[in-house]
């Protein structure tokens, strides 16, 4: 009796073998009850996400990493000189800044604490009030700002080297007047951080309001309000979330300017409630990219359109 009882223990066990079930199975020898326990296939277990680490730089390190810090520590606003990879003076005290503005302690030196907080997404960016009051360790020491000429009284609104103090003309079928075709060093300076500015897409009319958050090459801008990113979505249409360039004319201080935008909003905001995650880029005459430091031809050749060149 025990024989055949035992055979029958053994025969379920095969079974569940032959069958190729991915379970284990127990036999209890005393009570002769089987229990299986389910496994999940190897491809439905879900592997743990790598860990980013960014190395430990100080002063005097160069090299690729220092190229990111810069570039990094340039997108929050703290770094406005020159991407070189070579970790200086320049580059430690932009360190301190953002160490300053994120509640870590104020070192120059880019440990665990400082990259935990450089790379994530609750970065505070250089707060917009305090840039003038560092602009000459920022690399934005202002100069001169141009003085604005009078509004031709004539109809000379498409005269691409004139000063308009109105918003563009926008006729029926949504085309823009051209505006002025200023250089960047200029511009800056009416274009200023924290400035306001009415935006118009040259193709469609279609407006809004944005606020110049940072930038030392060209402008980043981000729109004010949820409407506003609403107008500049509808204004992109199907090229919003892509880098395709557009002809605008930015109105500001008095001028309407010749410029170029794009639709990829990226790197970290000022901005809260607008309904937009990051920022956008706003090129003018011999604006430059921040990271290479060239000027993009895309966003000249928009800019001329906007110029009526």
Known sequence: ????????????????????????????????????????????????EPEVTYPELEL??????????????RDLGYY?????????SLTE??????????DIEVTGFVGNATNHVLYANEAKRMPIEEID????RLGNTPSPTPKATPAPTSNTSNNSNASNNS????????KVSTGTYMEWSQVTNIFKRGTTATVYDFDTGISWTVKRTGGSKHADVEPVSAADTAKYKQ????????????????????????????????????ISGNNL??????????????????????????VRKAAGL
């Open 93 to 102: 005290y932009a360190v301190r800044l953002f160490q300053k503005y994120n």
């Open 277 to 302: 995650t990051g920022h956008y880029c706003i090129h003018f005459k011999n604006s430059r990219t921040h990271c290479s430091n060239k000027v993009d031809p895309d966003h000249q050749a928009c």
């Open 133 to 136: 009051a560092n602009a000459d």
């Open 60 to 73: 005097n390190d160069n090299g690729f990493e220092v190229v990111n810090l810069q570039c990094r520590l």
């Open 167 to 174: 918003a563009p003309a926008v006729s029926s079928g949504g």
């Open 1 to 48: 009796m025990i024989k055949h009882y035992f055979t029958g223990v053994v025969l379920a066990v095969t079974v569940f073998c032959a069958l190729g079930i991915q379970a284990g199975a127990q036999a209890d020898l005393d009570t002769g009850i089987v229990t299986v326990e389910e496994t999940l296939p190897l491809e439905d277990m879900q592997q743990p």
């Open 80 to 88: 406005n000189y020159k991407v070189t990879g070579y970790f200086g």
């Open 235 to 270: 204004a992109l249409g199907k090229y919003y979330q892509n880098w395709k360039r557009h002809a605008c004319i930015v109105v500001v201080g008095g001028y309407r300017l010749a410029a170029s935008y794009h639709g990829y909003p990226h790197g970290y905001d000022a």
